[in-house]
Nanobody
Framework: QVQVAESGGGLVQAGDSLRLSCAVSPTFFDKYAVGWFHQAPGKEREFVSGISWSGARTEYADSVKGRFTISRDIAKNTIYLQMNNLKPEDTAVYYC?????????????????WGQGTQVTVSS
């Protein structure tokens, strides 16, 4: 059973930064891509960012480009989402998801394993 665990959420003010972490264990498959999604109350889950197995390819939603950076430490099976200049509209539950074939996708149902989510709240 693959476990995906997010951490690092919290309550911050607009303009502050947070770094989310996603720990994946164990990995019975050789390569996987990881995506971050968020879901605000009353809204659908939306793609935020994704990274390929090698880290060579990253993707971002337009709303976070230039503010968020995704990275991964393959040896630690941990993926990070550095969020800078946070805005109140970034407030949501952030989910980490694992996709087995290693190719980044921005569609939630292409991911195989999901974490429980971590709350990010940005006050104005």
């Amino acid at each position: 059973q693959v476990q995906v665990a997010e951490s690092g959420g919290g309550l911050v003010q607009a303009g502050d930064s947070l770094r989310l972490s996603c720990a994946v264990s164990p990995t019975f498959f050789d390569k996987y891509a990881v995506g971050w999604f968020h879901q605000a109350p009353g809204k659908e889950r939306e793609f935020v960012s994704g990274i390929s197995w090698s880290g060579a390819r990253t993707e971002y939603a337009d709303s976070v480009k230039g503010r968020f950076t995704i990275s991964r430490d393959i040896a630690k099976n941990t993926i990070y989402l550095q969020m800078n200049n946070l805005k109140p509209e970034d407030t949501a539950v952030y989910y980490c998801a694992v996709k087995r074939n290693g190719v980044v996708a921005d569609i939630a149902n292409e991911y195989d394993y999901w974490g429980q989510g971590t709350q990010v709240t940005v006050s104005s």
